[in-house]
């Protein structure tokens, strides 16, 4: 079979930054759970060793939301996240949920679904 195999291991990782963060290191994880206090706006994540298809599902379990800005010109180009709006996507504090899909040919997360 050509082509190359990518397995992500089931990890994950619990941040507690508010405010504006820029290329979020968040371990190459499947699962980021964001246990803020108050707003953390997400204006990146890190991607290093990213790959065609790499998932990362962030999930809100603090007091605070989390924002997912779209294209923001703090992170490194090949670290933002383009939401389907074109605009701020918010994860609502506590119970809310967001996947993001890494997009080798754009070089951006993508935004694929949030509640």
Excluded: C
């Amino acid at each position: 079979m050509a082509g190359s195999f990518h397995y992500q291991p089931a990890r994950e990782i619990t941040v507690t930054t508010t405010g504006n963060i820029d290329n979020l290191d968040f371990e190459s994880a499947g699962l980021l759970r964001m246990d803020n206090g108050v707003l953390s706006t997400i204006r990146g994540l890190l991607a290093k060793g990213e790959y065609a298809g790499q998932m990362v599902t962030i999930v809100a379990i603090g007091a605070g939301a989390v924002d997912l800005a779209h294209q923001d010109a703090n992170s490194t180009a090949a670290n933002r996240i383009i939401t389907p709006t074109a605009a701020t996507v918010t994860v609502t504090a506590a119970t809310g949920r967001a996947m993001l899909i890494y997009d080798l040919t754009a070089a951006r997360w993508r935004l694929v679904y949030s509640a």
